[in-house]
Antibody, heavy 120, light 108 residues
């Protein structure tokens, strides 16, 4: 079973960027995708994008296309999600989750979540 | 983008009853549908994938059915530990992967 451990909570100012990490253990890192899902306070789940190791590339939802970067470092089995030009609406819990190697699948295991607060 | 709609928004049931949660897709997703359970303060947990296959360690009282655009998650003999929000997610047409808005299950 793949386990995912995320970095700690962040407080950021509007207009800045945040970078959240997700370290995977178990399984073969290059054989699965790592997706990122966010949840605003009291709201539902919103898929942002994923890094697909077998392609060495990320796919994003159009909403975040211009300010989201998802990467992965196979040597440290860590994925990173960087969101720029933060606004108050980006205050949310950000989750990483494991999907299957070709991407576009259900999400089998999840990180514990990282709270990002955007505040002046 | 495929829109997923869940109903009802809230379900209030007594222990031991059967809970039926619905999920509808704006277009066919074949059988590429998953269900997740999210308890308060926790990350989501995969319950069901491929419409009806239980994930590892999920009790048999959870079952899924449906195809195309209409899907159901059934919780037989509801227990207090099943209090949570349940989300459906399609993975037939992506990006993006899309989730329903969730159904909150409460115990009377």
């Amino acid at each position: 079973q793949v386990q995912l451990v995320q970095s700690g909570a962040e407080v950021k100012k509007p207009g800045s960027s945040v970078k959240v990490s997700c370290k995977a253990s178990g399984g073969t890192f290059s054989s699965y995708a790592i997706g990122w899902v966010r949840q605003a306070p009291g709201q539902g789940l919103e898929w942002m994008g994923e890094f697909i190791s077998v392609f060495g590339a990320a796919k994003y939802t159009q909403k975040f296309q211009d300010r989201l970067t998802i990467t992965a470092d196979e040597s440290s089995t860590t994925s990173y999600m960087e969101l720029s030009s933060l606004t108050y609406a980006d205050t949310a819990i950000y989750y990483c989750a494991r999907g299957f190697e070709g991407g576009g699948s259900y999400l089998e295991s999840w990180g514990q979540g990282t709270l990002v607060i955007v505040s002046s | 983008e495929i829109v997923m709609t869940q109903s009802p928004a809230t379900l209030s049931m007594s222990p031991g009853e059967r809970a039926t949660l619905s999920c509808r897709a704006s277009q066919s997703v074949s059988s590429n549908l998953a269900w997740y359970q999210q308890k308060p303060g926790q990350a989501p947990r995969l319950l069901i994938y491929d419409t009806s296959t239980r994930a590892t360690g999920i009790p048999a009282r959870f079952s899924g059915s449906g195809s195309g655009t209409d899907f159901t998650l059934t919780i037989n003999s509801l227990q207090s530990e099943d209090v949570a929000v349940y989300y459906c997610q399609q993975y037939n047409n992506w990006p993006p992967l899309t989730f329903g808005g969730g159904t909150k299950v409460e115990i009377k």
